[in-house]
């Protein structure tokens, strides 16, 4: 949508204002708030895309199963629910916040840079994915152990947000696989509706 607009931030996490999506992502793009989801099947195993083409940030690169902005305005949690429908066709169940804090900075090899406050979420889904084209090139199941291993160890490529919050994931996972959750109240500031 062209009229999409991402909620910008200070480093503690307090709302600044909005900006229009389309006219953020830059050579100098602003802190702003977005969301990562780990998705997983019922059997464990996590959905991963390669983004589109053509996207403006970081295209053709290969990264968790969905990523996005709340709006202004819009509840975190519904936000995810929203893009994963957006993106990948995936109703999900189980939306679990567990990286309430995550950030990061990247440049792309055009020179757009990514800067964004990024909760991380998990969630599980039945969905068969149905990616829409303009977001994602292709999806693939794996196992959570093999990707998780594959990136630790630099084996396998996946986008600088991936690649970071894999190790913060590994941290706090639990023998059966699963990960602790935070809470709503854990968020920034901006992203407590």
Known sequence: MSDERVILVDEDGNAT???PKATTHHA???????????????????????????KRTF??????????????????????????????????????????????????????????LCPVFTAVTDSAPVPEPSEV???????????RDAVLTGD????????????ALAAIEQADGTFPASTPADLPPAARL
């Open 17 to 19: 204002g909005s900006a």
């Open 28 to 54: 100098d793009t602003p802190l702003h708030l977005a969301f990562s989801c780990y998705v997983f099947d019922p059997s464990g195993r996590l959905l991963v895309t390669q983004r589109a083409l053509d």
């Open 59 to 116: 295209p053709a690169v290969w990264t968790n199963s969905v990523c996005g902005h709340p709006a202004p305005g819009e509840e975190m949690f519904d936000a995810v629910h929203r893009r994963a429908d957006q993106e990948l066709g995936v109703t999900l169940e189980a939306l679990t916040l567990v990286l309430p804090t995550f950030r990061y900075e990247a440049t792309g090899a055009n020179g757009v840079r990514e800067n964004e």
């Open 137 to 147: 090139a292709a999806v693939e199941w794996v196992a959570w152990d093999d990707f």
């Open 156 to 167: 396998r490529e996946v986008s600088v947000w991936c690649a970071a919050q894999v190790p």
